[in-house]
């Protein structure tokens, strides 16, 4: 599922990329740091088909939309969202980073656009070094992120681990309002299970 159609410029595709540049380096960015854009239609993503016949490909930043990676284990699962500005190398499960065997899936909970990362845009990006160690840095910060996610999955109460989690989300997703902060994510109560490791029904 999914679709290779136009080209963006990668400082087009992520608005904090192009603040790292001068007006000039900019313009100059939009017409050389062009890669191509794949869609994809909420649903199941088979994401071992998304990988593209280079084999110096790096991967994907999310343009725009949200996904989620569920990853089973022994009959359990944790589900972690990724949208906007995220960087992704979703085919590929490291044997080699843990014994412990476990499933991964993918699903796209709204339209999605991603740009593909692979050797000719790491060319393209050469004259723009702070380009490409800012996308090293977002691998960084989904790892803080994963971590804060598993501290507060340690919390005893559910309830607790619910609050904790939302307020998380909200530092990302958030939007401010007169009668407080919405999260306008996709979260059903199953989801949210998933993300704070109970089951449903302690969750409703």
């Not at 005893?156 to 609050?163: A, E, I």
Request: hydrophobic residues 45%; contains cysteine; charged residues 25%.
């Amino acid at each position: 599922m999914g679709s290779v159609t136009d080209l963006i410029s990668i400082v087009d595709a992520d608005a904090d990329l192009a603040e790292l540049l001068d007006e000039s380096e900019r313009e100059r960015a939009r017409r050389e740091a062009l890669t191509r854009v794949r869609r994809l239609s909420p649903g199941k993503w088979d994401a071992a088909k998304a990988i593209e016949p280079d084999k110096h490909h790096r991967g994907f930043l999310i343009i725009e939309g949200l996904l989620s990676r569920e990853v089973h284990v022994l009959g359990r699962q944790c589900v972690e969202l990724l949208g906007p500005g995220d960087v992704l190398r979703p085919w590929r499960w490291d044997p080699d980073g843990s014994h412990v065997h476990a499933e991964v899936g993918w699903m796209v909970l709204e339209p999605t656009e991603l740009a593909v990362l692979d050797q000719g845009l790491v060319t393209r990006m050469t004259p723009w070094p702070q380009l490409g160690v800012e996308l090293f840095a977002r691998g960084t910060r989904r790892a803080h992120s994963l971590a804060v996610a598993l501290a507060i999955a340690h919390h005893q109460r559910v309830d607790d681990r619910l609050l904790l989690t939302l307020w998380h989300l909200a530092e990302r997703w958030g939007r401010v309002r007169p009668d407080g902060i919405a999260v306008p994510l996709p979260l059903s109560h199953q989801r949210l299970a998933d993300l704070v490791g109970a089951h449903r029904p302690s969750v409703t």
